[in-house]
């Protein structure tokens, strides 16, 4: 079977055939580190992740990078705002954006370059852009020759003529055409600056990634990916200058994530709707988040509200339970059963149909449905009278290999060991059941019932939880 990608370049699916085999190059746009990093951040930083994973998962080597961008106009004001010097800012924020994305259960790049260090890589993309007379230079400015590009509109699937009718000059600018965009600004008065061939300034924010990308990655790359708002212009523009520069293709596949809407409406600043990653995980687990943004498609839109989190927090749940009680189970399992075979082929199945959904486009919530399925299984199996090591163990390798691939944590929230007293009253418990002191044992039940401990009495025994 083969990886199915939907390319936003062709609009369709394709199979994914690596430029070198066995090996991906992928890079995914990152933050502009101005602020903690909102809930449509944190969209693509999971959704790729998975991607990532998932490609690793089926053998592929990745090498991953995602940028950030710590030099740019939001970063200036937010500094001069808080009266911070640029490079601090842009650090903390950096920082806060590892702690958020690592609690997400996202794993580091490979690279994970910063504009302010590639300095002279952009500096000579831009040069060649301008020797090849791809780019001009404009008081200070540089800007790119968009009609020069014969193919420029071909991501976002729109004609130059369309986008004539809605571009224009900004007062200050001195471009040939108002589809002209920036490669390089000159500083203006007390702002950060660097030297180069055309005075004092900094990088246009398009030239970054395909500096960044070309640098780490080379002039062709596997996967180039962002989320849906990045389609246009800056990931349009980001083909226009590499393919001006290098001639050959930037990116064989390109991937955006979905929307997302806040209680069913865009997120905005202006609404007042803007939900930080920050806040968020302080009141809800991260595993629940991110099993929550994998729930649906990553191409289709996903609508955000707390009660649609906490629903997903009751879904997860019933998987770490099913989980846990396979693990629980473990302990009293015999070596062999005469249906070890049958199990263990169905349990084989439901791999394969994992990989089966994961391979079509990485559909996630499909993916989900199936882990339930596998669930459904294994809670089946355990109402056998005897069963078997090698099928639970079985099981439980099928669970983490899975869950691990979508970077989800089968542990429960504030899993913690019982105190004495807790393990002794469930002691005492299991004494007056096996005596046939059912007031006893009711009393104990209710006394544990009102320290937020929920007893299930099973065929295996009785287990508890945290309510």
């Known amino acids: 079977m083969s990886i199915k990608i939907y390319n936003t370049l062709t609009q369709k699916k394709e199979d994914f055939i690596p430029i070198e085999e066995g090996k991906v190059k992928m890079y995914v746009c990152g933050p502009t580190v101005y602020n903690y990093i909102h809930i449509g951040n944190a969209r693509p930083a999971i959704v790729f992740d998975t991607v990532r994973r998932y490609l690793e998962f089926r053998g592929y080597e990745v090498n991953y990078i995602s940028n950030f961008t710590d030099v740019d106009d939001k970063i200036i004001r937010a500094a001069n705002e808080q009266n911070e010097d640029v490079f601090s800012l842009a650090e903390r924020f950096i920082q806060a954006y590892f702690d958020d994305v690592t609690a997400l259960g996202c794993k580091h790049a490979t690279h994970h370059p910063r504009v302010t260090e590639n300095m002279d890589e952009i500096i000579e993309f831009i040069q060649g852009l301008i020797d090849k007379g791809y780019a001009y230079e404009s008081d200070g400015d540089v800007y790119f020759r968009t009609k020069k590009f014969e193919d420029y509109g071909k991501l976002s699937h729109q004609s130059v003529d369309d986008l004539h009718l809605g571009a224009r000059i900004e007062v200050g600018e001195k471009k040939e055409d108002p589809l002209d965009f920036a490669l390089w600004k000159a500083a203006k008065p007390g702002e950060v600056y660097w030297e180069s061939p055309w005075g004092k300034g900094r990088p246009g924010w398009h030239i970054e990634c395909s500096a960044m990308a070309r ?253």
């Open 215 to 467: 640098k780490y990655l080379g002039d062709t790359i596997d996967i180039h990916a962002g989320g849906q708002d990045l389609s246009f212009p800056h990931h349009e523009n980001e083909i226009a200058q590499t393919e001006s520069l290098t001639g050959k293709p930037f990116a064989n596949y390109w991937m955006h994530n979905g929307y997302i809407n806040i209680n069913n409406e865009k997120m905005s600043k202006s609404l007042g709707n803007f939900v930080l990653v920050h806040e968020i995980i302080k009141k809800h687990d991260p595993n629940v988040l991110r099993f929550f943004m994998l729930s649906v498609h990553y191409r289709h839109p996903i609508n955000y509200s707390d009660e649609l989190l906490n629903n997903a927090k009751s879904s997860l749940e019933r998987l770490q339970t099913a989980y846990s009680n396979l693990k629980y189970r473990l302990e009293s399992s015999t070596n062999l059963t005469d249906n070890d075979e049958k199990w263990l082929e169905q349990i084989n199945e439901y791999r394969n149909q994992f990989i089966k959904e994961m391979d079509d486009d990485f559909n996630t919530a499909n993916a989900i449905t199936v882990l339930f399925e596998l669930a459904k299984s294994a809670n089946y199996y355990l109402m056998e009278k005897t069963t078997s090591t090698k099928v639970i163990e079985q099981y439980l390798k099928t669970f983490e290999d899975l869950f691990d691939c979508l970077g989800l944590s089968l542990e429960q929230e504030n899993e913690e060991l019982l105190d004495e007293e807790i393990e002794q009253l469930i002691a005492q418990r299991i004494e007056a059941r096996k005596n046939r002191d059912f007031k006893t044992a009711d009393d104990i039940r209710d006394k544990l019932k009102s320290m937020n401990i929920i007893l299930e009495d099973t065929p295996q025994g009785t287990r508890w939880k945290r309510g």
